[in-house]
């Protein structure tokens, strides 16, 4: 993936340079070409172009079917032979709050509210019902965002007349569907229509002249959303976290400061950080993702590190620890992905991510390799806490081929790595050997 489109991205930059960054993504090869069908509650335009980009940064060609404006029903419904005809693989129906009709008046009763959100949900779940049995693919459907106003103030959330008291219940039945029906994917519009700001998020001008469901800003972020539904739907998503140790899952260097000398836990502002982050690893193992070490330390040192009061993180949750070859590697990190079991699934690519801490220049020796996810220049002692909102869709932040700052490099140091570099690597990344193979089937298909 290009680096305009990795999180957090320039919608503006995006929105102007959307053709450019279309031919520098057509370049690759091997694309995994799927067809994908738009449905539309609001027009369409500009999310078909974005959707585009992020499937193509995902190595996923899509050909969009693009469906008339606010015709969703219809066309799902009654005119169905023309989405068969054309065999979508994924159907998106891009609708938000302004395709609900259902609200009443101030001082309807529960039983009331009950009935018109019942009726607006079945219209939409003869959509999905359709779909699902006919076209015969997934179907990934918005949820409904907040308004950014409220008639009845703060009752407007629990008065049964409210509409966002509405929404909530419309939701509701919403999710109840997706968990009984396993080829129907929900995009979370609500949460990003409060991650940028409801009050910016409705564009009245926008809507009135275009009928744009939301502000024009807003469109790359909703479709880096629905990118990532369709790139895990096929197995596209991160399998595998490495993580450095020192300055990255504490603070400090433990074979300087020892075990009872880490920043980790609530006695410092730092040491809560890298417990947060911490935490969110420890999260990320227990939905599959499987978590190893890469590390130049001396192995029985730094694995003392874990042994720490406040260590969330415990030595089994990690697969593989890696501490061999120091003596080649003491001034570059740069081990081959194949050296660790979790980067080689069954039948997918490796899609390894590493974490360092160091905010150092890197030396590229795998940044071309195209199955790893790159973020780095983050400093851990100011920056862990604001990481985390970057790590959403096990998307993990990576720091490769850190240089260690301040060291002379002798000839000899040099001689070595190049070898490293133009022999080795290239052998062992060609034939993906590892010591094992790791099944990740849990993860394929998970948005």
């Given at each position: 993936m290009i680096e305009q489109l990795e999180y957090p991205f320039d919608s503006g930059e995006l929105l102007q340079r959307k053709k450019s960054i279309k031919r520098e993504l057509l370049k690759e090869e091997n694309f995994m070409d799927k067809r994908v069908a738009i449905l539309c509650g609001g027009t369409v335009g500009?999310?078909?172009?974005?959707?585009?980009?992020?499937?193509?940064?995902?190595?996923?060609?899509?050909?969009?079917?693009?469906?008339?404006?606010?015709?969703?029903?219809?066309?799902?419904?009654?005119?169905?032979?023309?989405?068969?005809?054309?065999?979508?693989?994924?159907?998106?129906?891009?609708?938000?709050?302004?395709?609900?009709?259902?609200?009443?008046?101030?001082?309807?009763?529960?039983e009331e509210v009950e009935e018109a959100v019942e009726g607006e949900f079945s219209k939409f779940r003869q959509v999905w019902d359709k779909l699902l049995w006919e076209v015969k693919c997934p179907v990934i459907q918005n949820n409904f965002e907040q308004l950014p106003y409220r008639l009845l103030g703060n009752k407007d959330v629990y008065s049964p007349s409210g509409k966002l008291y509405y929404i909530r219940k419309f939701n509701d039945k919403l999710y109840a569907y997706?968990?009984?029906?396993?080829?129907?994917?929900i995009n979370d519009l609500a949460y990003e229509a409060s991650s940028y700001g409801l009050e910016r998020w409705f564009d009245e001008g926008m809507y009135y002249m275009y009928k744009s469901p939301f502000a024009v800003d807003a469109i790359p972020g909703v479709a880096f959303n629905i990118a990532n539904i369709v790139k895990s739907i096929y197995g596209k998503n991160k399998k595998a976290v490495v993580l450095d140790l020192d300055n990255t899952l504490w603070g400090g260097v433990i074979g300087d400061d020892g075990v009872e000398n880490l920043e980790l836990g609530v006695d410092t502002p730092s040491g809560m950080a890298f417990s947060s982050f911490q935490k969110?690893?420890?999260?990320?193992?227990?939905?599959?993702?499987?978590?190893?070490?890469?590390?130049?330390?001396?192995?029985?040192?730094?694995?003392?590190?874990?042994?720490?009061?406040?260590?969330?993180?415990?030595?089994?949750?990690?697969?593989?620890?890696?501490?061999?070859?120091?003596?080649?590697?003491?001034?570059?990190k740069c081990y081959p992905l194949s050296w660790f079991p979790s980067a080689n699934p069954l039948s997918h690519p490796p899609l390894p991510c590493f974490y360092e801490g160091a905010p150092l220049p890197t030396y590229p020796l795998l940044l071309q390799h195209p199955n790893i996810h790159?973020?780095?220049?983050?400093?851990?002692?100011?920056?862990q806490e604001p990481l985390l909102p970057l790590m959403s869709d096990k998307v993990i932040l990576c720091y490769i081929c850190s240089w260690n700052h301040g060291l002379v490099l002798s000839p000899w140091v040099l001689w070595t790595v190049w070898l490293v570099h133009i022999v080795v690597i290239p052998i062992r990344l060609q034939t993906h050997s590892?010591?094992?193979?790791?099944p990740v089937s849990c993860l394929l298909g998970t948005p």
């Open positions: 500009e999310m078909k172009h974005m959707l585009e980009l992020f499937l193509l940064g995902h190595g996923i060609r899509p050909t969009f079917f693009e469906g008339q404006y606010n015709r969703f029903y219809e066309e799902a419904v009654y005119e169905t032979e023309e989405l068969v005809k054309f065999a979508p693989d994924i159907v998106y129906i891009h609708t938000s709050v302004i395709n609900l009709y259902g609200f009443l008046e101030p001082g309807a009763s529960i997706a968990m009984e029906n396993k080829n129907f994917y969110y690893i420890k999260d990320l193992s227990k939905i599959g993702i499987t978590l190893n070490v890469c590390s130049k330390n001396d192995e029985n040192i730094a694995k003392t590190g874990f042994s720490h009061r406040e260590s969330v993180l415990q030595l089994d949750d990690f697969i593989s620890f890696n501490f061999f070859l120091n003596w080649i590697f003491f001034y570059f790159l973020h780095w220049g983050i400093k851990p002692s100011q920056d590892a010591p094992s193979v790791l």
